[in-house]
């Protein structure tokens, strides 16, 4: 049975615009948004301390996908390197895709869930509870006809899960151009 996780707000409250890491990428990741997502991305983003990471140093990547319609965006540590360099992803999917639902319906047998907002909860499978084993956890949400996802590593943790609390507060963004 999944237990419930409490998210401490500290007065988080919506605005309309994301972590000054993706500004200089919003204009590219609208172009590429496909058509009919909604896209959330959180108003910070968070690192356990002590931590070497920073922000403004993060590589942001996005990917599209038409088959299933999805849309990524991923921040990684480096340009290239031999090493994983992945920090983490932030996904969003229609909630009529069929893998998106049955990823979900994982997470809700699985996960523990934690509420985000007024009427909205999301379900956390942590990184060594996932089958195989990993060094990411997970989250998923549906809100507004969407399917939100995070993966970001076991010790982040609660950040990810801050983020997740800011993602569902923000406001969306569509694709620009049609």
Known sequence: MPAILTIVNGGMRASARPAAVFIPHMEHMQQNLPV??????????????PSDIQEDQLVVRSFPSSNPQSF??????CDRNPQPC??????????????????LQRHQ????YVTLDKNIRGYLIEGPRQNPYSAFSTFM??????????????????NMLQMAVSM???????????
């Open 36 to 49: 009919g997502l909604a896209m959330r991305l959180p108003d910070r983003i968070l690192f356990s301390e």
């Open 72 to 77: 990524t965006v991923s921040l990684f540590t």
């Open 86 to 103: 992945l920090l983490g992803s932030f996904m969003v999917d229609k909630s009529t895709s069929v893998s998106a639902q049955r990823e």
């Open 109 to 112: 047998a699985l996960g523990d």
């Open 141 to 158: 949400w549906q809100q507004n006809g969407m399917i939100y996802s995070l993966s970001f590593p076991a010790i982040e943790q609660q």
């Open 168 to 178: 569902a507060r923000e406001r969306p963004f569509y694709r620009i151009g049609d």
